[in-house]
């Protein structure tokens, strides 16, 4: 079956503006996260969807970030005034909570932002 | 101290040799250990879960869990240099929304 999706592939902004990134999880996939990842760094968690429980934003750097579900479908990744910091490559996780693949991510390609 | 530990490497290994990354994490609840590979300008790629002590093999990867030494590892066997990549630990406390990912060992194999 189809993987997990992510739009745009690269975005380039200029310092100030704002951004949406789009996320299209694999198909009865309840849980969805968000990850940042600075070039040569490791993942950094930034959000996480389970069903229609309350998001965990515990990893969301700023107040310019947030991101929205609706259900256990397409998730948007909002960063408002964006800053030359934030550029980065940002993934796009789904898993499973029941059965032999439990808690397995499957990631998207990406989206890499670049602000300039 | 982090959460997951792994060093960065690079680990430099010949064709055909055994090549072997390890993982330590901190958090003695944690459940589900994950190994994924991360090819240069990609998203990573589930290679293996485990979730019991002990060995778990599909083809040339063996994913080993000591949850008393709090060590999960991989091995790779027949290494070949399509398996050059960096290599991310992932831990997942039961019932609990996050996960911790290593920094990554970058792993290369030369021909």
């Known amino acids: 079956g189809a993987g997990v999706s992510q739009s745009p592939s690269n975005k380039v902004t200029e310092k100030g503006k704002d951004v949406e990134l789009r996320c299209d999880p694999i198909s009865g996939h309840t849980a969805l996260y968000w990850y940042r990842q600075r070039l040569g760094q490791g993942l950094e968690f930034l959000i996480y969807?389970?069903?229609?429980?309350?998001?965990?934003k515990s990893g969301l750097p700023s107040d310019r970030f947030s991101a929205e579900r609706t259900g256990e479908s397409v998730s948007t990744l909002t960063i408002q005034r964006t800053q030359q910091e934030d550029s980065a490559v940002y993934l796009c996780?789904?898993?499973?909570?029941?059965?032999?693949?439990?808690?397995?991510?499957?990631f998207g390609p990406g989206t890499r932002l670049t602000v300039l | 101290q982090k959460e997951v530990e792994q060093n960065s490497g690079p680990l430099s290994v010949p064709e055909g040799a055994i090549a072997s990354l390890n993982c330590t994490y901190s958090?003695?609840?944690?459940?589900?250990f994950f190994w994924y590979r991360q090819y240069s300008g990609k998203s990573p790629e589930l290679i293996m879960s485990?979730?019991?002590?002990g060995d778990k093999e599909d083809g040339r990867f063996t994913a080993q869990l000591n949850k008393a030494s709090q060590y999960v590892s991989l091995l790779i066997r027949d290494s070949q240099p399509s398996d050059s990549a960096t290599y991310l630990c992932a831990v997942n406390l039961y019932n609990f929304n996050k996960f911790y990912f290593g920094s990554g060992t970058k792993l290369n194999v030369k021909p």
């Open positions: 969807f389970q069903g229609n429980s309350a998001p965990d």
């Open positions: 485990i979730y019991s002590n």
């Open positions: 958090d003695r609840v944690s459940q589900s």
């Open positions: 996780a789904s898993s499973s909570t029941s059965g032999f693949s439990y808690n397995e991510q499957f």
